[in-house]
């Protein structure tokens, strides 16, 4: 008797964190009529010095200083597996390397770090993030069909669900040349994303992905950043790329 | 709702204009169209491994592209450079209307004042307003055009403008300046099939604006779903589509 008394005492205790973390998050979002939390609209990144380097960095030659986006390990350190951070810091050296750069797709999560507005669209059993630059799209299928088998790419194969009202988007098929942002930290084709998104108020959605990537980190890590909502006037414009880039076949040449 | 406002409703067009959410026509899935007209939008003889066509302009009717004498030249010399100078094989953003009949899948998406389509060809998208709101003002140009639509009955019109020059619309160098205007016509016959039209004004090009019609098939979900196109630059720099998306192997 006094076992199961302390039995649900521990187990009152323990809810007791998760209603008040409840609590916290207790933002009713706006709505579709399917019920679903309304995404709808232009977002971007309100923590930019991310896109220059997740992890924390000072002011330097065209990069904005900036505390670190890793919340987990708590340290904001990209946990590295040895010889990993040497590649990064090789990167950080020949930034020409760069894939954005080179008119690719961001893929995720650095996707959502660029100062470039994106759009959510929700339609159906469909989510389909359009991108400013490079005009990349991700279609995110929340209908439950499994990833495609053996597919590669920048952006990767999304697919997405809701828990409760965040949506939660399982990101496999990466092709492993991308990086997470310009100072060269990056992730290979082992990498699994899990992307988190929450409307924690009528103008902010908090984003959260977490990698998963076993070749070149000891753990799984995961970065935050809020994407503010953009004014209702901004409209995505066309962004060109490899149409501008004739010349650069001479320059590499 | 009284049964005669509804009619009066519909004699003056208010409803068909400005439909609510719910009533608007859906045209969401992924289509594709089954013919050649990326490679000729003109009736050709079967050439280099590819069938005969008729031609895919049903206006003028004899099929042939309305070209201003002065414009000719220029056609000739894009079909003689084709091969390297169509902006297709650069990995450009494919323009409109020659987005809809480049052979890869496209898909359609909803919202309310707003119908998305997503192209797989180079991933170029387009957002079609349907809110009523006006174009950019003349002299911003985009390679795949300003699109403002509305609905018209069943079909989607979209009328676009502001387009860049830089793109051809097929790969027989059939051309286009930056007066170029396009109004489109998406019109679903069935649940699988859609007609579109495509209406083409160009006066620094055509003495007439000319028409062009095809099918579009839907494609069946979940089982399709639009892969990642994106080019590569090859060893001397050039951009080159991937070898299973159509690139030379």
């Not at chain 2, 100078?85 to 209307?97: E, I, K, R, W």
């Not at chain 2, 790969?171 to 998406?186: D, M, P, Q, W």
């Amino acid at each position: 008797m006094t076992r199961l008394a302390i039995g649900v005492i521990a187990a009152l205790l323990s809810f007791v964190p998760s209603v008040a973390a409840q609590d916290d998050s207790a933002f009713e979002p706006p709505r579709l009529e399917n019920g679903r939390p309304n995404f709808r609209g232009i977002w971007m990144n309100g923590s930019i010095s991310a896109a220059f380097d997740v992890e924390t960095h000072p002011d330097a030659f065209g990069t904005r200083g900036g505390q670190s986006a890793i919340v987990d390990p708590p340290d904001g350190t990209l946990p590295y597996l040895p010889g990993a951070r040497e590649v990064a810091q090789d990167n950080n050296l020949h930034r020409e390397r760069d894939p954005v750069s080179h008119c690719h797709p961001h893929g995720p999560p650095r996707a959502m770090l660029p100062p470039f507005p994106m759009q959510i669209v929700q339609d159906g059993d469909y989510v389909v993030f359009l991108y400013e630059t490079e005009h990349a799209v991700r279609i995110i299928p929340t209908d439950g069909r499994p990833h495609l088998d053996g597919y590669s790419s920048w952006s990767g194969d999304s697919r997405g669900r809701w828990e409760g009202d965040t949506f939660v988007i399982d990101v496999i098929g990466l092709n492993g040349r991308q990086w997470l942002d310009q100072a060269g930290n990056y992730l290979d084709a082992n990498a699994r994303v899990t992307e988190r998104l929450t409307m924690i108020d009528p103008d902010t959605i908090e984003y959260e992905s977490t990698v998963d990537d076993p070749t070149v980190y000891s753990e799984p890590w995961t970065l935050r950043v809020p994407l503010r909502r953009r004014p209702p006037d901004v409209e995505l414009l066309e962004y060109g790329c490899i149409e501008g880039d004739r010349d650069f076949a001479d320059v590499v040449n | 709702m009284n049964p005669r406002w509804v009619f009066l409703c519909l004699l003056t067009g208010f409803g068909l204009t400005w439909p609510a959410y719910g009533q608007e026509p859906d045209l969401r899935g992924i289509w594709q169209v089954r013919n050649t007209a990326n490679i000729n939008l003109e009736g050709h003889p079967a050439l280099d491994g590819m069938e005969a066509s008729a031609s895919h302009v049903v206006d003028p009717e004899d099929g042939r592209i309305p070209y201003l004498p002065s414009a000719v030249a220029t056609r000739d010399e894009n079909y003689r450079n084709r091969e390297t100078a169509d902006p297709q094989t650069l990995c450009f953003q494919p323009g409109v209307p020659r987005a809809t009949y480049v052979p890869e899948p496209f898909q359609i998406f909803q919202e309310p004042g707003r119908v998305f389509i997503v192209y797989q060809h180079v991933h170029a998208y387009r957002i079609v307003y349907t809110d009523g709101r006006e174009h950019y003002d003349p002299g911003i140009e985009f390679y795949m055009g300003d699109s403002r639509g509305h609905w018209e009955g069943s079909t989607l019109v979209v009328d676009v403008r502001n387009f860049k020059e830089e793109t051809w619309l097929d790969g027989a160098g059939n051309y286009h300046s930056t007066a170029l205007r396009v109004v489109e016509r998406y019109t679903p016959t069935s649940t699988e099939r859609m007609v579109y039209e495509a209406t083409i004004e160009d006066p620094e090009v055509f003495e007439r604006p000319w028409t062009i019609r095809m099918e579009l098939e839907r494609l069946p979900e979940p089982e399709s779903q639009l892969l990642e196109h994106e080019c590569e630059r090859d060893e001397t720099g050039e951009w080159r589509h991937p070898p299973e998306l159509g690139g030379p192997g």
